[in-house]
């Protein structure tokens, strides 16, 4: 049995729109948690906006396609594991790890607009092609940035952690 390359595509997509409800997801609950990080929480509130646009520009990818929104399948307990460790963390360090596993979704996220770049270059779909080469930005920036203030994150943290009566985990 065979699959097309289109039909690999449909499903990546269908994946990309999944992993983007779930980034969705992760980011607010980040963001309603985090009370002393302003700039770290400025971000992540700016990034749930790019995060929802690029839920609509997949969503015009799948209908284009000819894809409807009803068959776009759950992800489920694939991309599970990454939505808890971020969304239900309530470890100490909290502020620390959200942001290191923000690094690693980005991350996620970069290889998957890879693929459907490369994906709808072999089937000729330029129209999804350039969406996800627009997305990526969105995507490499977010990581970028996440990477860059990690350092101070974690001297922030570390600082706020050894003062009394001072909460430092959000
Ligand atoms: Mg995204
Ligand atoms: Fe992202």
């Keep these: 049995m065979t699959t097309t390359a289109d039909e690999n595509l449909n499903d990546w997509l269908r994946d990309a729109h999944a992993m ?4 969705e997801k992760m980011l607010s609950a980040q963001a309603e948690r985090l009370e002393h990080y302003p700039d770290l929480r400025a971000r ?3 990034h749930i906006d790019e995060t ?3 839920q609509s520009v997949l969503d015009e990818c799948l209908a284009r396609r000819g894809i409807s929104n009803s068959v776009i399948k759950d992800m489920g307990g694939k991309l599970m594991a990454m939505g808890q460790a971020v969304g239900g ?3 100490s360090d909290e502020v620390v790890k959200g942001a290191m596993a923000g690094y690693v979704f980005e991350n ?4 998957t607009y890879t693929t459907l770049i490369a994906g709808a270059q072999a089937v000729g779909d330029s129209a999804t092609q350039a ?3 627009q997305i990526i930005v969105q ?3 977010m990581a970028a940035w996440l990477l860059e203030h990690l350092p101070q994150v974690t001297q922030a943290f570390l600082a706020r952690a050894e003062q009394p009566g001072v909460t430092a985990k959000v």
């Design 20 to 23: 983007e409800q779930q980034a």
């Design 44 to 46: 992540i509130v700016q």
């Design 52 to 54: 929802r646009w690029q």
């Design 89 to 91: 963390m309530t470890v």
């Design 108 to 111: 996620i996220e970069i290889a």
């Design 131 to 133: 969406a996800c080469e």
């Design 139 to 141: 995507e490499k920036a």
